[in-house]
């Protein structure tokens, strides 16, 4: 079995914070990376082994495990908040 990694950005318009997240991080671009195993049965598939977004303080980036039902629920609310 092997791992394959999938990037993608996500943008955010305001602060915000996901849960496990020890402060608010401000809006902007953001990294995110999704490890997933592949199977060895006949047909394809795979799972997902992990789900990372990079965040980058000064000259430090640290890779936080996050769950992709949590970044959609923020990703949501990000977007339902009203401009200003």
């Known amino acids: 079995m092997s791992i394959d990694d999938t990037t993608s950005t996500v943008v955010f318009a305001h602060r915000f914070t996901l849960p496990g997240l020890n402060r608010t991080y401000p809006a902007g671009a ?13 047909f394809s598939a795979t799972r997902r082994v992990a789900t990372r ?6 000259a430090t980036t640290e890779y936080v495990a996050i769950e992709p039902s949590d970044l959609a629920a ?7 908040t009203p401009p200003g």
């Open 30 to 42: 953001y990294l995110i990376t999704t490890e997933n195993e592949r199977l060895d049965v006949s």
């Open 74 to 80: 923020a990703l949501a609310a990000d977007a339902a």
């Open 53 to 58: 977004i990079a965040l980058t303080r000064g």
